[in-house]
């Protein structure tokens, strides 16, 4: 191949890669939008929590604390049900939560003090949330009230977003012109805007990368088999997870909102028998307080007279995350295992998803991700004013398709093993490539009449 042919190969190379840039970010622009918004919320939810619901969640603390029993009571006097869990203060100045299955079939969570019994008011369980407020945060972050396709919906955002930053490297790498700009260099106008567009996303795009990835295992078709490979290969969950109990089909997901997510989905066990007197609420929080649990735990109810109580903890530190069962009867220890215990990539998933959270480092993650989730923000308003800017009166403005059709066929590599690794981006780039093949034969139609 001559220079002359290298140079024209790879100019339509840029432009096949600049035109599926052009288009799949335009396509997913409105979910990083919601990705980056109540991404950049949620991770502040617990000082949200904090100062929205102060009244509900803090406290003056006094010399002595009263029983859990006496707590768990006191809740219950107030709000009649069924005990479902009760979450001791985290702190000398942190309310206790008693999680309550009301008569009317709903569960909310009642805050009392430790102190006095005085019920300070209660929420509707909102889970890991900690609010309703942060919930509907939640929710919206991941589609979920849109159903089975809002998941999957971010989960193709998220896997398009890991190669648009691939491929904006790629447009912005120089090519024998000196180094490409590291700095905002225009002065206005659009030439401004691709000028912030380039350096937004070259400064943040490894952060933007890491939250894609890290988001991905609650996603449903690339997180599952990725939970699935993981704990075949024995990376995930602790060999032998139940030494050989007998287990209920219950999942962990259910029974408690602080499952670390490599094992959420196995089931809990059974106690011994189903029969005898059942431990009370202040025993089993010495049994687990005894075996070292870090404050933050919940302590779940047994399900009926053949499940466990279930303490468990998934703290800023992902070191000290625990799940310990007990039975219900004997206060044996059924399963107690933390981070340690699980496989590589199983401590790699909880780190990252605690990283992901923002709660890893603390503030400093907290600002450092809020930074990347702006950018994502910046990003998506700085594209759509670019390609505002660039299109045509009444029409789209997308870049024209490479007359040399040898360039599809890199694009095919490309688009294969991005395929393989992100499934539902593979799915959605053989609906650009229908799309793309129909408007060529259109054209061409259109030329030869």
């Not at 090519?175 to 000028?195: C, E, M, Q, V, Y």
Request: glycine letters at 10%; proline letters at 6%; charged letters at 15%.
């Amino acid at each position: 191949m001559s220079e002359t042919t290298q140079r024209a190969a790879s100019a339509a190379l840029y432009r096949a890669v600049w035109r599926w840039h052009f288009i799949a970010g335009l396509v997913i622009l409105p979910f990083v939008l919601i990705l980056a918004i109540t991404g950049g919320i949620y991770l502040f939810k617990d000082e949200i929590n904090d100062a929205a619901y102060a009244r509900l969640r803090v406290v003056e603390p006094a010399a002595t604390q009263l029983a859990p029993s006496q707590i768990a009571a006191a809740a219950l006097e107030a709000h009649p049900g069924a005990l479902k869990a009760y979450t001791p203060p985290a702190s000398e100045t942190r309310s206790a939560e008693v999680d309550i299955l009301g008569e009317d079939g709903l569960k909310d969570t009642v805050y009392v003090n430790p102190y006095t019994g005085d019920v300070l008011g209660t929420l509707w369980d909102s889970g890991a949330a900690g609010s309703p407020a942060m919930y509907v945060v939640r929710k919206l972050h991941s589609l979920e009230y849109v159903g089975w396709l809002g998941n999957r919906l971010i989960e193709m955002a998220a896997g398009w977003m890991v190669l648009l930053v691939a491929s904006g490297v790629y447009l912005w790498w120089p090519r024998g012109k000196g180094l490409s700009t590291t700095t905002i260099k225009a002065k206005r106008g659009r030439p401004w805007w691709r000028d912030l567009h380039a350096v937004t996303g070259l400064y943040a795009g490894v952060f933007i990368v890491f939250l894609a990835l890290t988001g991905l295992p609650w996603s449903a078709i690339w997180g599952g088999k990725f939970y699935e490979y993981t704990n075949a290969l024995g990376l995930g969950m602790p060999e032998g997870y139940w030494s050989g109990l007998p287990a209920s089909t219950v999942p962990l997901a259910e029974v408690t909102d602080r499952a670390p997510w490599i094992i959420e989905k196995q089931t809990v066990p059974l106690s011994g028998a189903a029969e005898g007197v059942p431990q009370t609420l202040d025993q089993v929080i010495a049994t687990v307080e005894d075996l070292g649990i870090v404050p933050g735990y919940a302590v779940s109810m047994p399900g009926g007279p053949e499940g466990v109580f279930t303490a468990s903890v998934y703290p800023d530190d992902i070191t000290f995350e625990r799940v310990i069962h007990l039975d219900q009867y004997s206060g044996a220890v059924l399963y107690d295992a933390g981070l340690a215990a699980l496989g590589t990539l199983g401590r790699w998933a909880e780190w990252g998803i605690s990283v992901h959270m923002g709660q890893e480092w603390g503030l400093a993650n907290q600002i450092v991700l809020l930074l990347a989730c702006l950018a994502m923000v910046g990003l998506c308003l700085s594209g759509g004013v670019m390609w505002w800017k660039r299109r045509p009166s009444g029409a789209l403005g997308v870049p024209q398709v490479p007359s040399d059709w040898r360039i599809p066929r890199t694009l095919l590599l490309m688009a294969v093993a991005a395929g393989v690794f992100f499934p539902l981006v593979g799915l959605s780039m053989l609906g650009l490539a229908a799309v793309e093949v129909a408007v060529h034969l259109t054209q061409r139609r259109k030329a030869l009449a």
